[in-house]
């Protein structure tokens, strides 16, 4: 089991900038992937950007490539998401989540950190 712990959001100004962090403990010698997504209510959970533990490769939603970064620091078991130029619309309840070594699903989700983007 992998345990996620969220933090980093808040409310800013569109054109503001936030950076997430999402920290894991338990067995994360098997993680595989971590990654970002976010949820309105009544809507679907969207997947925004998707890290590699081994090796780093990323991957982004078109909604937000150019815009957001994902990264992590293996050595602190934690991935991070900065956020700049946010929009209005990129207010949600954003989630980390950790796919573990021969999983095809997320396996693990962090507890949701709020982000509102004012206008």
């Known amino acids: 089991q992998v345990q996620l712990v969220e933090s980093g959001g808040g409310l800013v100004q569109a054109g503001g900038s936030l950076r997430l962090s999402c920290a894991a403990s338990?067995?994360?010698?098997?993680?595989?992937?971590m990654g970002w997504l976010r949820q309105v209510s009544g809507k679907e959970r969207e997947s925004l950007a998707t890290?590699?533990?081994?090796?780093?490769?990323?991957y982004y939603a078109d909604s937000v490539k150019g815009r957001f970064t994902i990264s992590r620091d293996n050595a602190k078991n934690t991935v991070y998401l900065q956020m700049n130029s946010l929009k209005p619309e990129d207010t949600a309840t954003y989630y980390c989540?950790?796919?573990?070594?021969?999983?095809?699903?997320?396996?693990?989700w962090g507890q949701g950190t709020q982000v509102t983007v004012s206008s």
């Open positions: 989540a950790a796919g573990l070594h021969g999983s095809s699903t997320w396996d693990s």
């Open positions: 890290i590699r533990w081994s090796g780093g490769r990323t």
């Open positions: 338990g067995r994360t010698f098997t993680l595989y992937a």
